[in-house]
């Protein structure tokens, strides 16, 4: 880039940053120890070497930046520390979501999915514009359930997602698990919203916990099942044949019921809602260990809500002591794998030459102890430090 300063052409070339740690994790299943990185403005120019580092991350692992496939930054507790379900002046959900988005960058989350709210449009374009700092989003900016139309209607609206700038379509094949997680929709809904989004070259991610509602998506050709609490084995290699991705969750469960009275008798959230969340946290171990053994492509979602937002790392966590993962496997979940969900394997999610310069660094070695990964001491996003 040149600019003119009184008639005197000046190159200004990328700033050169190099980050040094005590071991790194590539996001594809790969350690190295006592790695150095090269960036140069957003990218990874190279791997290796021995040029002086300008962060020395000593005692540190560093990993590409994390990645969270399913989020609700609009999702708040309102002044009387109860869940906010209602109505707000725009500028308002614009303020909380920008805070619970830059609490998940802090968090070491450089790039999450929002499914979805409209305000994620314009929080995703102020965040691109530097306006303001959070991580990359890609957002859906409504949902879609049995409500939303007949097959001709949900088609339209697919398309005019589209015209608006969603990057994916959300949609509710089956209830919550507080009421039981049965199929909602109609296989020919499905259908329709699956196979439109296919015609628009979208994404299509789909709520489903039992195994009815996500079979019906995974033949519709939607890309990505979130929950699955109650999924049988056939579904699971229907999952694997047909290259579905699968995004079980831990956090949001316990999330609800670490903040039970600030939930409990709003909607669904009753005491039979709680029970049945209860009730799935077994059953959220059982499938993840299920996929894995039937090797689905598993990534690293949270369905953060109102109470997670900047402790997203906490899934880590519980999928390693209570879903049996290895954490190599959790990280790369959370890396290249929720990356190629996204359609973005190859811009981010590994840490390689020519991918963006998202990293982040905790302290200690999560392979040793899961735990580390609370300990978020550095953070870049696309070349530019955020944390350290």
């Known amino acids: 880039m040149k600019f003119l300063l009184f008639g005197v052409a000046l190159s200004c070339a990328a700033q050169t940053i190099v980050v040094h740690a005590d071991r790194m994790l590539d996001g594809k299943g790969r350690m190295v120890r006592n790695a150095t990185v090269t960036i140069e403005g957003s990218k990874i120019v190279k791997i290796g070497g021995h040029a002086k580092a300008n962060y020395d991350l000593k005692g540190m692992t560093l990993m590409p930046g994390w990645i969270d496939t399913h989020t609700h930054p609009t999702w708040h507790f309102d002044e009387n520390g109860r869940f906010f379900q209602g109505r707000e002046r725009p500028e308002e959900s614009m303020r909380y979501a920008a805070e619970n988005a830059k609490a998940t960058l802090l968090a070491g989350f450089t790039t999450i999915q929002s499914l979805g709210a409209l305000v994620d449009g314009p929080l995703r374009d102020s965040i691109d514009s530097g306006e303001r700092e959070g991580p990359r989003i890609f957002t859906s900016l409504r949902q879609i359930n049995e409500r939303s139309g007949d097959p001709e209607k949900l088609r339209e609206i697919v398309r005019q997602l589209k015209k608006d700038g969603a990057d994916v379509v959300k949609l509710f094949a089956t209830a919550s698990i507080r009421d039981g997680g049965k199929q909602t929709m ?174 982040v660094a905790v302290e200690g070695n999560p392979l040793e102890d899961i735990t580390a990964v609370r300990k978020v001491a550095f953070v870049m996003k696309g070349g530019k430090v955020v944390k350290h």
Request: proline share 2%.
């Open 186 to 359: 109609t296989t020919e809904q499905i259908d329709a919203t699956c196979g439109e989004a296919k015609a628009q070259g979208l994404r299509a991610v789909v709520h489903a916990h039992a195994a009815d509602g996500a079979r019906a998506a995974i033949l519709a050709g939607c890309t990505g099942i979130e929950h699955g609490t109650m999924l049988d084995d056939a579904t699971l290699d229907l999952m694997r044949k047909k290259g579905v991705f699968f995004d079980p969750n831990f956090l949001v469960l316990h999330n609800y019921i670490d903040n039970k009275p600030k939930y409990l008798g709003i909607g669904n959230y009753n005491d039979e809602g709680f029970a049945y969340m209860e009730k799935a946290l077994p059953l959220v171990s059982d499938v993840l260990r299920r996929a894995r053994a039937h090797h689905v492509m598993i990534v690293f979602g949270t369905d953060a809500v109102a109470g997670s937002h900047g402790r997203n790392f906490e899934e880590f966590i519980y999928r390693v002591k209570d879903g049996g993962d290895k954490p190599m496997d959790a990280i790369v979940s959370a890396t290249s794998m929720a990356a190629r969900s996204l359609r973005m394997g190859d811009k981010i999610g590994t840490i390689a030459q020519g991918f963006e310069a998202d990293l």
